[in-house]
């Protein structure tokens, strides 16, 4: 489901299995110098998202959440364009996401939590944010006179498949026709 929104589109992912397949299907339009830019807060499924892409990619190794190593790239197993994946969540700066000398020509990128980060980078991205309820499930069990009561536990996982939003937003050339690009 998708419709257009403030120049971006618009996309319901119904649960994290369905993310994944949209990372799987998304993959299948990217080609090398093209770069991703994954914004939600924790849990939204930036990662999924991105393991998906991935799989489509066709690459080596597994695709997890490079956190500590800050950026993991990740060779075609098909001959196609490197995949790199970036976890700028401990970036300050452009200076500092260039500081990682990622080839952005000849790579697909994808940078989580890297609005903002751009600066004199590039000037063609497609940004994804991702909107995540906020604790529709917790607020369910707080408002329970059980959950409560001493020693109640909240489930929290309730949650975790539930849909997201996404809106999709072309920047530069590349992304002008965003609404014919995407999956």
Request: one cysteine or more.
């Amino acid at each position: 489901m998708a419709e257009r929104r403030l120049g971006g589109l618009r996309r319901t992912i119904v649960d994290a299995a369905a993310m994944h397949r949209f990372g799987v299907s998304l993959a299948g339009s990217l080609t090398a110098g093209d770069l991703v830019v994954l914004t939600g807060p924790l849990g939204a499924g930036k990662t999924t998202l991105t393991r998906g892409l991935g799989e489509g990619l066709q690459v080596r190794g597994a695709v997890t959440s490079p956190t500590f190593v800050l950026a993991r790239t990740h060779p075609s197993l098909i001959g196609g364009p490197p995949f790199v994946h970036v976890d700028a969540y401990r970036l300050g700066s452009a200076m500092e996401l260039d500081d990682l000398d990622i080839d952005f020509a000849r790579s697909i990128v994808v940078v989580e939590w890297g609005r903002g980060l751009l600066d004199g980078i590039t000037e063609s991205w497609l940004d994804i944010e991702i909107e995540r309820p906020q604790g529709r499930a917790a607020a369910a069990c707080e408002t329970d006179a059980a959950a409560s009561a001493p020693g109640a536990v909240l489930d929290l996982d309730h949650d975790v498949d539930e849909p997201r939003s996404l809106t999709l937003t072309g920047h530069g050339q590349r992304w002008a026709r965003l609404a014919d690009a995407m999956p």
